[in-house]
């Protein structure tokens, strides 16, 4: 296979390193790569062959998972222009952030109706779209890797939140 390991995963699918990404060509692209390192095609080649397709079949994979989702993407850009997200010891938030959180946690916590649940999903659905598309913006038409790496972190605290609501209307179905 003339695949290249140490490839960024941009380049192991042939794009340009951009947080806009066409969903359909990755997909497309993911499904031809993954027929050409496809393990299964090499069952009759030397051990060394196979494996450096089971190899490549993990590696195509973990770019797909990267690449495939937004927030793991913008990510992944950080780190590749030097602006690593370290989500675990750098929690700074703007304020105005920070309250925003704090209010949507009381409202979690003193929600007790289906509607007021499905209010706050809507509300944080809004919140996220509008932060996918500053990420777009920072990323691909700026490209300030620092504040992408801000804007990264605060989409991570929305995620968390979003999956909390869900768990409580979940709880609230049954």
Same mark, same amino acid.
């Given at each position: 296979?003339?695949?290249?390991?140490?490839?960024?995963?941009?380049?192991?699918?042939?794009?340009?390193?951009?947080?806009?990404?066409?969903?359909?060509?990755? @997909?497309?692209?993911?499904?031809?790569?993954?027929?050409?390192?496809?393990? +299964?095609?090499?069952?009759?080649?030397?051990?060394?062959?196979?494996? !450096?397709? $089971? !190899?490549?079949?993990?590696?195509?994979?973990?770019?797909?998972?990267?690449?495939? @989702?937004?927030?793991?993407?913008?990510?992944?850009?950080?780190?590749?222009?030097?602006?690593?997200?370290?989500? %675990?010891?750098?929690?700074? $938030?703007?304020?105005?952030?920070?309250? =925003?959180?704090? =209010?949507?946690? %009381? +409202?979690?916590?003193?929600?007790?109706?289906?509607? +007021?649940?499905?209010?706050?999903?809507?509300?944080?659905?809004?919140?996220?779209?509008? $932060?996918? =598309?500053?990420? =777009?913006?920072?990323?691909? @038409?700026?490209? @300030?890797?620092?504040?992408?790496?801000?804007?990264?972190?605060?989409?991570?605290?929305?995620?968390?939140?979003?999956?909390?609501?869900?768990?409580?209307?979940?709880?609230?179905?049954?």
């Amino acid at each position: 296979m003339s695949l290249n390991l140490q490839s960024n995963d941009f380049e192991i699918f042939g794009l340009s390193p951009r947080f806009a990404v066409d969903r359909a060509a990755l @997909d497309a692209r993911w499904k031809d790569l993954q027929r050409e390192a496809h393990p +299964d095609r090499f069952a009759t080649a030397d051990a060394q062959a196979q494996r !450096q397709a $089971m !190899q490549w079949s993990v590696r195509i994979n973990e770019a797909y998972q990267r690449l495939k @989702d937004p927030l793991k993407r913008a990510a992944y850009l950080c780190e590749l222009h030097g602006a690593p997200i370290q989500a %675990e010891n750098n929690t700074a $938030m703007p304020a105005a952030f920070l309250m =925003q959180q704090m =209010q949507w946690r %009381e +409202d979690l916590d003193e929600a007790r109706a289906l509607e +007021d649940l499905e209010r706050m999903a809507d509300e944080v659905s809004a919140a996220r779209r509008t $932060m996918l =598309q500053d990420l =777009q913006t920072t990323a691909d @038409d700026l490209r @300030d890797w620092p504040a992408l790496a801000k804007q990264v972190r605060a989409l991570m605290f929305v995620e968390r939140f979003a999956s909390d609501v869900e768990n409580r209307i979940e709880l609230l179905g049954q």
